[in-house]
């Protein structure tokens, strides 16, 4: 998203990126002979955005006053969290898990804040899942937000 937004790397598909990525550690998918589905990782991908002339900072614990900080400067910020996996997703929007979810990393793009003067009221996403009231400009509420991110960011 960033690298097409930005104009970059017009010349490459999303699996020529995948492949990058995955060759730079940013994604693991096999481990001891098996299958596993883990990542993507904040330094690879960092390193691919670079790698394409769009620069990216790795920021660790970060306070949700960053992320605020960072948009406002007209930055695009990707953000760590912990969410429930996407077959454990109500479809009402409201980031609510299934009864018995399990809960996985996962990495939002942050492209607005809502502020009532001073106080942060929350943030606007795009969500790379592509499922319904999940995509584009989802809304998660400061309250919801404490709760799910991580306190890592890359920043553009």
């Known amino acids: 998203m960033i690298l097409d937004a930005k104009g970059k790397a017009k010349d490459k598909s999303i699996m020529d990126l995948t492949k990058e990525g995955i060759k730079l550690g940013g994604y693991i998918t096999h481990a001891n002979g098996k299958f596993i589905d883990k990542g993507w990782f904040h330094h690879p991908l960092a390193s691919l955005l670079n790698k394409h002339g769009v620069k990216a900072t790795v920021k660790k614990w ?6 605020v900080k960072d948009i406002l400067q007209n ?3 990707i953000i760590s969290v912990t969410l429930p996996g996407r077959s454990h ?11 018995n979810a399990k809960h996985g990393g996962h990495l939002l793009l942050a492209t607005g804040v809502k502020m009532d003067g001073k106080e942060i009221k ?10 319904k009231n999940y995509q584009k400009d989802t809304f998660i509420p400061v309250n919801i937000l404490k709760k ?7 920043v553009v």
Do not use: A, C, M
């Open 62 to 67: 970060q306070p949700l006053e960053s992320i």
């Open 75 to 77: 930055k695009l910020v």
């Open 89 to 99: 997703i109500n479809e009402d929007g409201s980031f609510k898990p299934k009864k």
């Open 122 to 131: 929350g943030i606007y996403t795009h969500d790379p899942r592509g499922l």
């Open 148 to 154: 799910v991110f991580s306190n890592r960011t890359v």
